[in-house]
């Protein structure tokens, strides 16, 4: 082309930009048009979230779109969570090759998470939970180097979690729970060092834990909920000290529980919820347990375990929640003496065991946050004793197919007055 044509497409160029001022003239047309494409994707939008999408304003002030400072036309940030957009997502969003995140929670996209994405090697932040979202998850993700945050859970999501994941050196927290995936979990998965929390639930997996979780000594919220996992619990998992969320509940794991490690010392000092509900475990609860003085939540329930509830209970200052119903506990209720120190504590659940003997007057002294006490199913003896009126916030107290003899305590009538929805049962 002629040097003095070049010449005058540019002055033309300018000429048109500054005097009519439309401003995509300002832009890099290569967002620009990833973010028309991305719009034109869109087959609803109820709360107008894309209304600024359009060329009376420079796409870096549109709604949800940041970008970078010191590239100043160049996107670095897609966010529209929670906006009820419907639609598919445009494979032309792996053009924005400066973006870091993409934040589209909490919509109705669906149709392939689009393999572009992939492009993107600066991206940090994935974030497409709750959406409908279906097919495979793109294998290369992997290519997304930097990102440190993913997040796919509740979708319709089909396939085997790629290996290629366990690339990902920076990923700090992986969630793909609540989708219809399939296989195990990929040994690869080991190798993210990084990685704080994993959440895996509701993915229809088998097979193993795998041994190697020994590596990931950042872990602090593991959630394996609600799949088909079997074997026993590595014994590793127990000497990640910074756990704090331990939910492996709805599986097939099975044999007892040990946090013998090798160490002298208990490693679990930060957990906080311990969740095994509904699997095959056997054995006595460990004493040890006791130790991770921060527990708040325990839910044992519907397994195998053996032998007498843990004497030290009352350890748990923050404790709410302790369940251990549908075992074969022998014990009497002794044990409901050092739950009196648990002064948060709202909820008991102990029901289906072979737990004897009387209940002690101590029950009375159970938090005044009390609400629910499921001791059915027992063998329970005596009488209920009559100052257990003092828990006024009382809601639920099941005590049916046990041995009780003598009259119903009048203030338990007073409860009932003050919390009309009580389920007394004896």
């Known amino acids: ?52 999408w359009n060329d009376s304003l420079h796409y870096c002030d549109w709604e949800g779109i940041a970008c970078s400072r010191r590239h100043r036309d160049r996107v670095t940030k897609l966010n529209l969570r929670s906006q009820g957009l419907v639609g598919s997502l445009s494979p032309h969003i792996g053009n924005l090759s400066f973006l870091r995140i993409i934040v589209l929670q909490n919509n109705s996209f669906h149709g392939p998470v689009p393999q572009e994405i992939g492009r993107l090697f600066r991206l940090q932040t994935l974030e497409l939970s709750n959406n409908s979202f279906g097919g495979q998850i793109p294998k290369n993700l992997s290519s997304c180097s930097n990102l440190e945050y993913l997040n796919l859970i509740d979708n319709h999501l089909t396939g085997n979690i790629p290996g290629e994941i366990g690339s990902l050196a920076k990923l700090e927290a992986l969630g793909l729970g609540v989708n219809n995936l399939s296989g195990t979990i990929p040994l690869s998965l080991t190798n993210l060092s990084s990685l704080s929390k994993v959440s895996l639930g509701e993915c229809n997996l088998h097979g193993e834990i795998p041994a190697e979780i020994n590596r990931l000594q950042a872990l602090r919220f593991v959630q394996l909920r609600n799949n088909n996992l079997s074997g026993k619990i590595p014994s590793g998992l127990f000497n990640i000290s910074t756990i704090s969320l331990l939910s492996l509940s709805s599986n097939k794991l099975h044999g007892s529980i040990s946090f013998d490690t090798g160490s002298s010392t208990f490693a679990l000092t930060n957990l906080q919820l311990f969740l095994l509900y509904s699997n095959q475990f056997t054995g006595m609860i460990p004493t040890s347990l006791s130790n991770a003085t921060g527990l708040e939540k325990m839910d044992l329930s519907v397994n195998s375990f053996t032998g007498p509830m843990p004497k030290d209970l009352g350890k748990f200052p923050r404790l709410q929640f302790i369940g251990v119903g549908v075992n074969r ?20 659940e102990v029901y289906s065991n072979l737990l004897g003997g009387s209940l002690p007057d101590s029950i009375a002294n159970l938090s005044s946050d009390m609400s629910q006490l499921s001791m059915e199913d027992n063998q329970v003896q005596g009488s209920i004793p009559s100052d257990i009126g003092n828990l006024v916030n009382l809601t639920f107290l099941y005590m049916s197919s046990n041995q009780l003899s003598g009259p119903i305590p009048e203030t338990i009538g007073e409860i009932v007055l003050q919390n009309y929805h009580l389920h007394l049962v004896t």
Not at 1 to 12: G, H, S
Not at 14 to 38: G, H, K, M, Q
């Open 329 to 348: 506990l022998q014990d009497d209720f002794s044990f409901i003496s050092s739950l009196t120190n648990c002064t948060s504590l709202k909820w008991i």
């Open 1 to 52: 082309m002629p040097k003095c044509l070049t010449l005058l497409l540019y002055i033309a160029l300018v000429w048109c930009c500054f005097n009519n001022t439309p401003a995509y003239c300002l832009a890099n047309e290569t967002d620009r048009l990833a973010l028309i494409s991305f719009k034109g994707s869109i087959d609803q939008d109820p709360f107008g979230a894309l209304n600024s």
